[in-house]
C-alpha cells in the first residue's frame, strides 16, 4: 500500500507548473500509480482553473488587445485528421516500450516514464547485488533506475542537496521507514539512511539526486571523494 | 447550431456554473460543426483572462498574448479533444495553458527537449515521442574504483584503507603504522592524486 505522497506544497506547485522539471517527472509517475493523489491532482487543477477565471481586468478592452487573433486562429484547420495519423504512426512504438529489462525480469513502468525508456543507459553493478542504469533527462540531469537485488544495500549516506525516490516494483526499508511499491520519498541533509530490500523479489526504484550523494561508513566512504561521478 | 445569446452580453456576468454549461456546448460546436460563432464566444470568455493570468506568470505583455494566442490556437484546432465529463471548459483551457507556459519557460531557457509537459500532464497528447538518444557520459562504477584502489602502491593502499573505509583518524593511523603524522598526510594526498589521474584516463 502506498504511504507516502508528495507534500501538498509540491502537489500545488506541480499542477502550477512551477516545479522542477525533473521533480514534476516524479511526482506525475507517482500519480500514474496512486490513485489518491491523482484525486488531489484534479481538484488542484480544478481550484486553480476557477482562479483563473476570476482573473479579469475590468477595464478591458477587448478589441484594441487581441485584434485579428481569433480571425488567424480560425483559420487553421482542425487536428482531427493530423493527430490521428501521428497516434497511427507511434502506437506500434508506444505498445513495445512500457518496461524496462534486468537479468531476465520486465519491469512495467508507470506512464509518464515510458518515453524515457529509449534514454536509460546500460545497467552497471555498484557494489553486490545492486544495480544502476542511469537516465538522460537532458539538462535537467540525471535521474537513475537503481535494482537492489534481495539482501542489496545502498551504502549508508547522507545528502548535500536532495534525494526524490520512486519505488518502482518492490519494497525496500531504509531504518526509518518501510516502502513499497508507488511511494514517493523525498530526502534532504538531515537524514542519513540505508537503504536495503530484504524480500526475494528485490526492489526497483528510479531516483533522482541534485548534489552528489555523502557516503558515512564502510568501504563507500572511499566513493567520497568521487561520488561526483556517480551520482549527478 | 446554437441561438439566442446576444453578442453583446457582457462576460464578466455570467457565473461560473451556467457558464461551465454554456462553454461545453460552445466547444461541441466547435468540434462537430467548426463553429466560428461558438468559438468567438469561447474566445472572448477566456483570451481576456489567460491574458491576465499569463501576465502575472510571465511578466511580459509579448509573451503572455504568445501565450494566449497558443492556448486558443489548440482550444480551436483540438476542440474535438475536450471531454465535458472528465471536466470543465476552464479547468481543460487551463491545462493546456499551464502546458504551454512550461513548455514556453523551458525553450526560454535554453533547454532543448528535456521533460516535456507532455510527459507530465497528457491532456493534449497525440504527440509523436521523441526517439533521439543523446550518448550517455561513461560511467565509473564501484567496481572499477576498486580494481584502482587495488593498483595503488602498498603503503598508499594501507593509509587509504585505513582512513577512508575503517574510519580511522589520520592520527591514529599514524601511530598504528608506527610513521610520522606528515608521512600518513602525504600519503593520503598522492593515492587521491592518482586515483584522480586514473580516473581521468578512465575518462
Known amino acids: 500500500m502506498i504511504k507516502f505522497h508528495p507534500s501538498p506544497q509540491q502537489i500545488t506547485e506541480f499542477v502550477v507548473g512551477s516545479l522542477t522539471p525533473a521533480v514534476s517527472l516524479l511526482v506525475s509517475a507517482h500519480c500514474d500509480m496512486c490513485e489518491q493523489c491523482q484525486m488531489r491532482i484534479e481538484s488542484e487543477t480544478e481550484s486553480l482553473a476557477a482562479d483563473m ?71 552497471s553493478s555498484l557494489v553486490g547485488k545492486l544495480w544502476q ?54 530526502m534532504d541533509g538531515n537524514k542519513t539512511h540505508t537503504p536495503k530490500s530484504d524480500t526475494k523479489e528485490g526492489c526497483l526504484v528510479f531516483s533522482i539526486v541534485d548534489q552528489p550523494l555523502h557516503f558515512t561508513s564502510g568501504l563507500a566512504r572511499l566513493l567520497n571523494p568521487f561520488s561526483h561521478l556517480f551520482f549527478r | 447550431m446554437l441561438v439566442g ?47 491576465s493570468y499569463a501576465l502575472k506568470q510571465m511578466g511580459n505583455e509579448a509573451l503572455a498574448m504568445e501565450l494566449v494566442q497558443d492556448t486558443m490556437s489548440n482550444v480551436w484546432q483540438k476542440a474535438h479533444l475536450f471531454n465535458a465529463e472528465k471536466g470543465s471548459p476552464s479547468t481543460w483551457i487551463f491545462t493546456i495553458a499551464r502546458n504551454i507556459r512550461f513548455d514556453m519557460l523551458r525553450k526560454l531557457q535554453n533547454r532543448k527537449e528535456d521533460v516535456c509537459s507532455d510527459d507530465l ?14 550518448p550517455l557520459d561513461e560511467q565509473v562504477t564501484l567496481e572499477q574504483i576498486g580494481y ?56
Request: charged residues 25%.
Open chain 1, 53 to 123: 477565471v476570476l482573473e479579469i481586468e475590468e477595464s478591458f478592452d477587448e478589441s484594441a488587445q487581441f485584434g485579428d487573433m481569433l480571425s488567424q486562429i480560425t483559420q487553421a484547420p482542425s487536428s482531427i485528421e493530423s493527430d490521428a495519423r501521428t497516434s497511427k504512426e507511434t502506437s506500434s512504438f508506444k505498445e513495445k516500450s512500457v518496461t524496462i529489462e534486468l537479468d531476465g525480469r520486465a519491469f512495467k513502468l508507470p506512464r509518464t516514464l515510458h518515453r524515457y525508456i529509449d534514454k536509460t543507459g546500460n545497467w
Open chain 1, 133 to 186: 542504469a542511469p537516465v538522460d533527462l537532458g539538462n535537467q540531469g540525471v535521474a537513475n533506475f537503481i535494482f537492489m537485488g534481495s539482501g542489496g544495500s545502498v551504502p549508508e549516506h547522507t545528502h548535500r542537496g536532495t534525494e526524490y525516490t520512486l519505488v518502482i516494483d518492490g519494497e525496500f526499508s531504509d531504518g526509518l521507514a518501510n516502502y513499497d511499491t508507488g511511494d514517493f520519498i523525498f
Open chain 2, 5 to 51: 445569446i446576444p453578442l453583446e452580453q457582457s462576460n464578466s456576468t455570467i457565473k461560473p456554473k451556467e457558464c461551465a454549461t454554456e462553454m461545453s456546448e460552445y466547444l461541441v460546436a466547435v468540434a462537430d460543426a467548426r463553429c466560428k460563432r461558438s468559438f468567438s464566444r469561447v474566445f472572448n470568455y477566456f483570451a481576456p483572462r489567460l491574458r
Open chain 2, 121 to 134: 500532464w497528457p491532456v493534449l497528447c497525440e504527440q509523436t515521442a521523441d526517439l533521439n538518444e543523446a
Open chain 2, 148 to 203: 584502482m584502489f587495488e593498483a595503488l602502491p602498498v603503503k598508499q593502499k594501507a593509509v587509504i584503507e585505513a582512513i577512508y573505509i575503517d574510519g580511522k583518524s589520520q592520527q591514529e593511523v599514524a601511530n598504528e603504522l608506527s610513521i610520522p603524522l606528515g608521512t600518513v598526510k602525504s600519503r593520503t594526498r598522492l593515492a587521491l592524486q592518482r586515483l584522480k589521474g586514473m580516473l581521468n584516463d578512465n575518462d
